[in-house]
């Protein structure tokens, strides 16, 4: 038999950024430097994130007993358990006139930039604004498990409603629970590029009728009794990025996307297009990681915060290539 591999920790949240080498300053007080300390950022300084850079995936731990963020395992930078240090935000605008907020991560060997809305290569950025003091590390977590606008979502009496149109106190079909009550709905819209481009399962290769979409970090529920050996369970969640092989299952890059997150009492699986789909779990590092304009509500709605990652098996990215019949080689998968 062969052994379970590590699963990810269900406290880690994983998130793009990019090293301080690309995104240099081009032109302005610190002309040629990569990304310096927010303290020593100049206003007025010209940035431009190199078009060869990719993304890196961190890991982050926000719920360390003494309150620092930690890196997790999984992380391409650093080791788990090193110590993550927000030394502070940028705001930069782009020549359309966006706003891009990056918060600038000191990870003890290394700095890194983490853009909490797409940040492109071979646009030129003008600092106007560091912000030395700006509190806990706070993402964009809506989109850690969200859907895209138009997908359609079961309700309890069998109708298909779109996800836009949910509100607070519909029922909805759970997997495990039957119907349970909306409780909570989020919504964020965000350029659809890079690491902020949905993931579209084209339809039919989960049995959908129609196409999914959902952010890349949204975990799926996928049922594979024959992957008990592989992961330790045979009900997996796995996050939709991993799944992307360009063909069945993609990235949609290009204009807007509009992200819809949901919550329930608990921490459930609802069905999107038919497909197995987790809602958005409400836990402290969650709501740390959220605009207060968000994370308020959801501490008046959830107060205990207590929620716990549905019993499906978490599954490390390494794990997924191992996986039998994955997602596109046998449609329908998912059931």
Not at 133 to 150: D, M, T, W
């Amino acid at each position: 038999m062969t052994a379970p591999l590590p699963m990810t920790t269900p406290a880690a949240h994983a998130v793009s950024a990019f090293p301080a080498r690309a995104l240099r300053v081009q032109t302005g007080a610190n002309a040629g430097d990569p990304l310096p300390a927010p303290a020593d950022s100049v206003c007025g300084d010209y940035y431009r994130l190199d078009e060869n850079a990719a993304p890196l995936t961190l890991m982050l731990d926000l719920d360390a007993p003494d309150g620092a963020g930690r890196l997790a395992p999984g992380s391409d930078l650093g080791h788990a358990g090193d110590p993550v240090r927000l030394e502070g935000r940028l705001s930069l605008m782009a020549p359309d006139g966006d706003l891009v907020e990056v918060l600038v991560l000191d990870l003890g060997t290394t700095r890194v930039a983490l853009p909490l809305s797409p940040l492109l290569a071979r646009h030129v950025y003008t600092l106007i604004a560091a912000d030395l003091s700006p509190g806990p590390i706070r993402l964009a977590a809506v989109v850690a498990g969200a859907f895209a606008r138009g997908t359609r979502v079961a309700l309890a009496d069998g109708r298909q409603c779109a996800v836009e149109d949910l509100v607070p106190g519909d029922a909805v079909i759970t997997r495990d629970h039957g119907a349970q009550v909306l409780r909570w709905k989020g919504a964020v819209t965000l350029r659809a590029e890079g690491g902020f481009a949905p993931v579209v399962v084209q339809p039919g290769v989960m049995g959908n009728p129609g196409p999914l979409a959902v952010s890349p970090h949204h975990r799926l529920f996928l049922y594979r009794r024959d992957a008990r050996d592989l992961a330790g369970a045979s009900g997996l969640l796995v996050q939709a990025r991993h799944l992307v092989d360009d063909s069945a299952i993609l990235r949609r890059e290009g204009g807007h996307v509009e992200y819809f997150s949901l919550v329930f009492d608990a921490h459930e699986v609802i069905y999107a297009e038919g497909v197995p789909c987790e809602s958005l779990m409400v836990c402290p590092s969650v709501v740390t990681r959220l605009p207060e304009d968000l994370a308020a509500p959801l501490r008046a709605a959830f107060p205990g915060l207590s929620q716990r990652l549905h019993s499906g098996a978490d599954l490390a990215p390494e794990m997924v290539s191992r996986l039998p019949d994955r997602p596109g080689a046998r449609p329908p998968l998912g059931s």
